[in-house]
């Protein structure tokens, strides 16, 4: 969850913010429909009204949709942009949207539930051959040579400290990705498309693909380096590569199990792969290297899978055989599930609640905290 500071981040003049206010520029015509999917505090919903906008849907989940109502009512848009607060895959739309606008990736655009949210979005809340913004993302890879981001990452784990071995927790960092900000010149072999995304088709959230390389000038090996290219218009787009302008994504590092000193003529291929999970994304990197006489001089399967540590309690309760039973916190959130009935107040319940469980709720006040959590997550 970002805070304000945060959004007056990304809305601060720069290369992204003005492709996308170009973008919507280019988009919006008098009287046309616009959503926009993560409205924050409601920039590109008011910009989209002051381009002519006849009406505006702004969808956000979070709080920070208060300060964007104050935005429209501040300047004069309140009537035109109805604001909901809510994930957009549960909203439902009166009348279906010409103009879609988000930003809702990550570091990369395979970020929890976008590809999802967008294609969910295309099929039923815009008219068909809506503009989206943005159009398409392409992704990039490349081996990057990075020993200070390594070391950043590995020497807590390497060193002996205070007379104690902590290597046990170096597995965990270097199945990691972490955000990096390399220069064009780190890159040791030439960048190459890893996937190319098109929000118009879009309806698979799964990427994978193989990345091939030889060497052309030798160094040390760290890892991989990983952007994106994006159009959000006919001629309008930002990249984040390294070595343009600092955006507020970066690029993404993704570290080897040790560093590889790469010779010119070394061959490395790696297999990438990305899968949603739940509510996020499972990266995997296989790497493997070849000298000039096929011999492998590192070989690497890595995941972030890896880099979660896991107990082995919480593993077993995800076992399809194991017989769950209720714990008494699933027990006190089971009984206040069951008092939500569109009759009850949250205070009726919370003294309930206070009554059944007195161990647990000194006061029916604390049940209320609780009670108003559960409230805002599963209530109408």
Known sequence: MYDISDYGHMIAPG??????????????????????????????AALACKLGARRVFAIEPDDVIEVA????????????????????????????????????RGRLPLFQKH?????????????????????SDVIWAAVVEASKEYNRLVAPWDEIGHGLYLSASRRFVV???????????????????????????????????????????????HGLDIWFDATLAEGIGFSNAPGEDELIYGTVFFPWLEPVSLDIGDRISVVLSADLVGEDYVWRWDTRVLDLKDRVKAEFKQSTLYGVPLSRGRLRKRADN??????????????????MNGH??????????????????????????????LSQEYSK
């Open 322 to 339: 194991y017989i769950p039973a209720l714990s008494d916190s699933g027990a006190i959130d089971g009984f206040i599930l069951s008092l």
């Open 115 to 135: 590809i999802p949210t967008i294609a969910d979005a295309r099929r039923r809340l815009l008219t068909p051959g809506a503009v989206l913004i943005p159009q």
């Open 344 to 373: 009850t107040s949250q205070g009726d319940i919370a003294r309930r609640v206070a009554e059944r469980f007195p161990a647990r709720f000194a006061r029916w006040q604390d049940a209320l905290t609780r009670v108003g959590e």
């Open 15 to 44: 290369v992204r913010m003005k492709a996308y206010s170009d973008a919507l520029r280019q988009a919006v015509k008098p009287g046309v429909v616009v959503l926009e999917v993560g409205t924050g505090t409601g920039f590109f």
């Open 175 to 221: 199945n990691s990705s972490r955000k990096g900000k390399t220069t064009r010149e780190q890159l040791l072999v030439e960048p190459q498309c890893w996937a190319r995304l098109d929000y118009a088709t879009i309806e698979e959230p799964d990427v994978s693909g193989m990345l091939s390389w030889t060497v052309e000038r030798a160094g040390i090996g």
């Open 69 to 104: 109502r104050e935005t429209a009512l501040a300047n004069g848009y309140a009537d035109r942009i109805e604001f909901i607060q809510d994930l957009s895959t549960r909203v439902t739309l009166p009348e279906r949207a010409d103009v879609m606008i988000s930003d809702i």
